[in-house]
């Protein structure tokens, strides 16, 4: 049975940060999984305790509240958010690293409470509990469809924090007219409010990755904007859009509306200028123009 290797155990049962792993602890632990960081994974660990805490008390996780972890990895996270007296549901797809898990929490903070799934965050559709928080290290690759998947899937989540790839994260968070407001923004906003809580140094992971990281916090709607079938209709309207983002509406949207003609009548219907693009429209525009 596999445990926290020796130099871990050493390491950290002395002082108030005995709760946390840091960077020699990440390194055995992989070790002695015998895990190899993988770019197909997105598998950059967490090795500093601080960031650790500030993304915690960032995304001001409940003491006694249910929060649900994406990809816990080694588990430096999942322990940041167990230290708050949170109960946590880890999501991981990784055997090794989901078996492991519950044997380190035990070791460092034998009081916690930890429930581990092993699945596909991308195809899970059940979950051991009521997470009414999500906070994750998401993997670069997948992090849009992963985040996305768990708002539509997990309605009961009402809050959270992401730590994603900087350019994906001010995406999420940008406004209609940005530069870089696009498909995901308009998505996210489907599902509440969303803002960046600062940028992440490279240097608290291991492997260090090529590009810089970001957390952004949100607060989701507490009643949809629309229904299920809206939102569908919405986000084909919102890909339809931003395939084609440097031409007008009345172009981009002529496969999804029944031509020219059709999507400029329903555009006019619903109030929106058909010379517009996509990155001028907010989730209310896309909205309409599904209602017109």
Known sequence: MSTVPDKARQGHLKGPAAKLLGPAEIRDLAELLGIQPTKKLGQNFVIDANTVRR???????????TVVEIGPGLGSLTLGLLETGATVIAVEIDKRLAEQLPLTV????PDATLSVVTADAMRITELPGDPTVLVANLPYNISVP???????M??????GLVMVQAEVGQRLAAPPGSKVYGSPSVKAAWFGHWKTSGLVSRQVFWPVPNVDSILVSFVLR????????????VFALV???????????RQSLSGALGGSAAATERMTRAGVDPTARGEQLTVDDFLAIARA
């Not at 995304?59 to 006694?64: D, I, K, M, N, S």
Request: proline content about 4%.
């Open 239 to 249: 890909d339809a859009a931003f395939q084609q983002r440097r031409k007008m509406l």
């Open 146 to 152: 992963v985040l996305l998947h768990f708002l539509e």
């Open 154 to 159: 997990f309605r009961g989540i009402r809050s």
């Open 106 to 109: 035990a070791q460092l903070q």
């Open 222 to 233: 507490s009643v949809p904007i629309g229904t299920e079938e809206e939102r569908l209709a």
């Open 55 to 65: 993304i915690v008390k960032t995304a001001g996780v409940p003491a006694g509240g």
